[in-house]
Structure formats: structure tokens, C-alpha cells
């Protein structure tokens, strides 16, 4: 029997699909009409009258009238929409901002306008419909979709703001929502723990055969969790309960914990069918998998690119072998840039008709006047710091991500994300600057009393942790001291990585205490190859150990967090 949603996409979204795959054969002329469109929609407004908008004939006048911004340069702007001042980077006022970690302690604010977040949902439901074309009975049960609050607090101005991932799961049509597994409402449940049994609570209650959350991750916990915790959750499902007290229901928003309790559980039913079905399944074995809870499961969405394909490996025991993975897109607060059309690949196509591109080779970011290749310029295997101008009013934005071409769809490139730029990394979204790792160093070394002479972090992919690399002679518990300070200070400098590692998708960091004249070695050996030694620059973040520097830790020291 053909889903209403299956029918729905299949109906209503093909032809935008054809158009899509018509604008990707002309990635030039399509570019251009974007371009065209914001600059004569927003010319009136604050930064459009301040470079110039008007008066804008091309993408080369675009790139000598507006320079090329991180969101520190943008802050003027924003700082003034979220005051509640009207056509300051775009006609349309501000719906709702998305928010994400910034550089400092405080999260940056994105312009969420109604149009565009229209445009980022109408890229949504193509990913769907290319999904049920290649996979029909993918949306013939319910969808397990996790996301994060739309709504975390209210600006002076009296926008709301929140999630870029819960304003997309508010803002889709009915019939996408009648097919959810989970309301919405248990995202605010702020108790991870509490937050992912509810979660498997509700979607073990249907048969799914999508599941679906951005890091692979959170799909690892859930598995973990049904493995823990799969006897309570039967029998909350036998008795039509919501399996957890009121007390644990934890709550940021404006809601009482009675309130959240009371939404959570209208509609629910005892199901012992259904219990004693997935008891049936299982049928006693040690190891519980998703999958054999959910043998409709027909396909799995998450990223596959960068550190994520490293997790999403670990993904197949726990939701089937067979089961097809396919990538949700390159995501961000500050918007949706491809649209993924094939399995087991962490490149999509560039959705060239809502955004207008432009490329800086990774190589040349450095540089004081870096060439600029357009989107139909870009070459495959080509690597390139992304930049972005969309209806939200970023305007030729540096979102600090590298892409690489992995091919083209029609004559549109395919892109990938490869891993963050300079100065900032990301095991499962956290997104660590340096400066969030400088200041939790500055606060550990006041609280602890101790002067640490260099220092280097690393990603631990494989245990979802970091190592932090420290040349300095001290005592264990002080270094215990030290790392717990700059623990704490990581989470109070990033509200991302305070809310990954309280729901256990980071670890706590390891500190390696390294032998005198470490660094010394390592500034040796970049002269050795060739790199000036007035010019050198010690990097504290890199991506991976050398392998001299194993030989030098002298002790590891777990942190008491």
C-alpha cells in the first residue's frame, strides 16, 4: 500500500526535481539569476545601500564592492537585526535566528527569513524525493528524524531563536509531520540520557524505515541505549507510560516539567502487541540491534564527510549490513548547500538555484588577494574554502568549511565537506576554534597554578575525544587539576561542546603530559623541512599525532568529570 507520503513526494516534488536537474545543466546563467535576485531584492536595506547594491552589474563588481566576511565582521549588522531594527541585511525581517558556536563564548545569531527558510525546506523535500526514488518504500512507516529546539530563548527585539534543525522539523508540511516517530516536544528535554530513552521510547512503539539525525553519533548512542536500556523501554511501551518520572524532565524552555509530562504522553496507549512483538524479535539474544527492531528500516541518513565518515563506519551492526546510508547534505545554521543523490557518498550537488557560490583554493586562503573561481570554474578533485550569499543576508560569508569536487551532476559540481578551516576543528559538530582552546588553557592555568610551557589538541576520532598534548613537569594531581579547569572552561567557552559532551557524544579529554624539548623536536623538524624558522607558527590544533610525539608522553591523566 503506497504511503501518503511516498504518493505526496512523488506527485508534487518531480517536477521540482526536473527543474533542478534543467538550472544544474546552465550552473553559470543560474548563478547568475541569484546573484541578480539578492542584490535588487536587499539594495534598500542597511549593508545593501552601504556597498553599493544598486549599482552592481556582475559577480566581479560583487567581489570588489563587498569583501569577503567571517560572521566577526558581519557582527555590526546582526547586532542591529537582533536589536529589532528593520532592513538591515535583508527586506524580510528576521522570522527566527538560527543559532551555532562562535569564535568566543557567545553563539553566533543567523538571520532565519521566512523565504529562506522556505528555500532550505524546499531542499529538504528534494533530498526526500530523490531518497523514495531510488529507495520506494523508505517512507512507508514512520521517520525517526532527531533535531534540537527551534526556540532556546528570545532576542531583545523579540525574535526567537534556536536550532537551524528545529526550525526545519517545525517548518515542514503536515504530511511530513504526520509521519514522524517522535514529537517534537522531546527535544526539550534537556537530560540527554532521559532525552535518548524517550526518544527510542516513542520510535520503538512503530515500525520505522527511516532514521535520520546529521552526526553519526547520535545514532550510535541510540543503539547503545536500546542495548542498556531495552527491558525498561518494553515495558513502558506494554503499559502505555512515557517510562521516566516527572522530576527527570528537565526543561530550558517556558515550560513546566508538568506541562512537557502532560504532552509527552497525550495520545499514548498500553501496546503489550507491540512489546511482546519486539520481545519476539529479539528473541533473548545478547545483543540487541536496531535493525531487528525496525526490519522495515529501507534507509539511514546522516554525514558521511570528514570526521563523521570515520563514525558512520560503525554504523552498519547496529542498523543493518544491508541497509543503504546516504548523506543529509552540507548543513549549517547558516544554510543548506547540496542536495546528496546517491548512496555510501559524502558529496552532493551544489544547489546552485538558492545561493550563489564562490571558491577559494585552500592553498591560496592565506594569501592578501586570493583568487576567487565561481561555480562553474571549479575543477574535480579541486579543494576550496566555500563562500556564501543567501536570503538570510550573508553576503560573500566565509563559513570556514573546506569542500572537495568530487564530480558533477549535469555540469554542476558535487561537493563534500573535508573538514573545517583554519583554526577550527570538529569531531561531531562542536566546532573548537582556537580561541575557545586558548582561553580554557589561560583559565586552567589560574586555577590550577600551573605555567605550561607549549601545548598542542588533537582529535581522537575513533574514542569521540580530544588529547591534550601539555610540555611542562608537574605533579598528577595537579595536572588532574589543570585538566578538569580547562574541561569546564571548554564548555562554558562552547555552548556545542558543553551539549555533545553532556549527552556522551564527546568523551572527556585526555591529558598527555610530554617530556622537556618535545616542542623543540617538533619546530626542528619543520625547519628541517624547509619552513622558516621567523616565520613559523606553532599549531596548537592538528588534526592527527605524529608519531615522535608517542614516544614523548611522559603520563596520561584522565579527567575526574
Sequence with gaps: MTSLLRHTLRLR?????????????????????????????????AFGVDHGFSSISCPTDYASRVPVRNYDNLLPYVNRAVAGEGKVLTNHPPATFATTSGTTGDPKFIPVTAPWRDQMAALSRLWMYRAVVDHPRCFDHKVLLMTSPAVEGHTPGGVPYGAMSGIAYRSVPWVVRSQYAVPYEVSLITDYDVRYFVILRFALAHSVSVVAAPNPRSLLRLAEVAGQRFEDLLRAIADGTLGVRRQDLLSDQAISKGELLSTLERGLRPDPDRARELETIVGGRETITLADCWPELALVGCWLGGNAGIQARWLQPHFGESTPVRDLGLIASEGRMTVPIEDSSSAGVLAVHTTFYEFIPEEAIGEPDPPVLLAHEVVEGGRYYIILSGGNGLYRYDINDVVEVSGFHRRTPKVAFVRKGRDMMSITGEKLHLNHVLAAVRDAERESSLGVFQFRLIPDVDNNRYDLLVECQEERAVLRAFLSAFEESLRRQNHEYASKRASGRLGAPLLHMMRDGWSERICRTDFDDGRRELQHKWNVLVPAWDQGSRADVTATIETSL
Design 13 to 45: 516534488e518531480s517536477w521540482p526535481s526536473a527543474r533542478f536537474d534543467r538550472l544544474c545543466e546552465r550552473p553559470q546563467q543560474t548563478q547568475a539569476a541569484v546573484l541578480r535576485r539578492l542584490l535588487d531584492s536587499n539594495a534598500d536595506t
